[in-house]
T-cell receptor, first 110, second 116 residues
Framework: SQQGEEDPQALSIQEGENATMNCSYK?????LQWYRQNSGRGLVHLIL?????REKHSGRLRVTLDTSKKSSSLLITASRAADTASYFC??????????FGTGTRLKVLA | GAVVSQHPSRVICKSGTSVKIECRSL??????MFWYRQFPKKSLMLMAT?????????EQGVEKDKFLINHASLTLSTLTVTSAHPEDSSFYIC????????????FGSGTQLSVL
């Protein structure tokens, strides 16, 4: 069953602006990951945050995790047109099977 | 980084035929691979877990006789869509975890299947 719900479903911003997308999940997790998918392609791993972490940074990416609210957010700062893609959260709880969220389609306008 | 190669990237076939999709881990061994199905603008739905040397584990609602999975070596898993019908048209993606932690998945580039 699909576990993660992401919002917004679609987001359109101007280049240089920040993009924030959120992910909510239902059960306890070991870690939460964010992936990026360009249209018609496979997914690329962006960042992983463990259940005992609250915030993590990687370049222009900032991820937060609130296990009490069962939610995570991905912030992309100073967005670029090349950031246009779909972004998915994925959660694992106890097993190695990852459940993917519904995704946010980000469009960055040049 | 680890590379997973998926082939073909696109296939068009007639209804009733079978289609085989290959997923290879190029620079690491993958005892486990995952097969997903994705509809347009939707998320990935896990279909099955492919295990090297043993039977695949299918998710609820996925027909094992329809979607045959073979994981005969540590670097190759195949998904065969048997007697394909138009409703099987979809984007199929494989992934493989690297290392013992299974914390990071490496994805193939996907296969767009169109059944006429």
């Amino acid at each position: 069953s699909q576990q993660g719900e992401e919002d917004p479903q679609a987001l359109s911003i101007q280049e240089g602006e920040n993009a924030t997308m959120n992910c909510s999940y239902k059960t306890s997790i070991n870690n939460l990951q964010w992936y990026r998918q360009n249209s018609g392609r496979g997914l690329v791993h962006l960042i992983l945050i463990r259940s005992n972490e609250r915030e993590k940074h990687s370049g222009r990416l900032r991820v937060t995790l609130d296990t009490s609210k069962k939610s995570s957010s991905l912030l992309i700062t100073a967005s670029r047109a090349a950031d246009t893609a779909s972004y998915f959260c994925a959660t694992a709880s106890g097993t190695y099977k990852y459940i993917f969220g519904t995704g946010t389609r980000l469009k960055v306008l040049a | 980084g680890a590379v997973v190669s998926q082939h073909p990237s696109r296939v068009i076939c007639k209804s009733g035929t079978s289609v085989k999709i290959e997923c290879r881990s190029l620079d690491f061994q993958a005892t486990t691979m995952f097969w997903y199905r994705q509809f347009p603008k939707k998320s990935l739905m896990l279909m099955a877990t492919s295990n090297e040397g043993s039977k695949a584990t299918y998710e609820q609602g996925v027909e094992k006789d329809k979607f045959l999975i073979n994981h005969a070596s540590l670097t190759l898993s195949t998904l065969t869509v048997t007697s394909a019908h138009p409703e099987d048209s979809s984007f199929y993606i494989c992934s493989a975890p690297r290392g013992d932690s299974y914390e990071k998945l490496f994805f193939g580039s996907g296969t767009q299947l169109s059944v006429l």
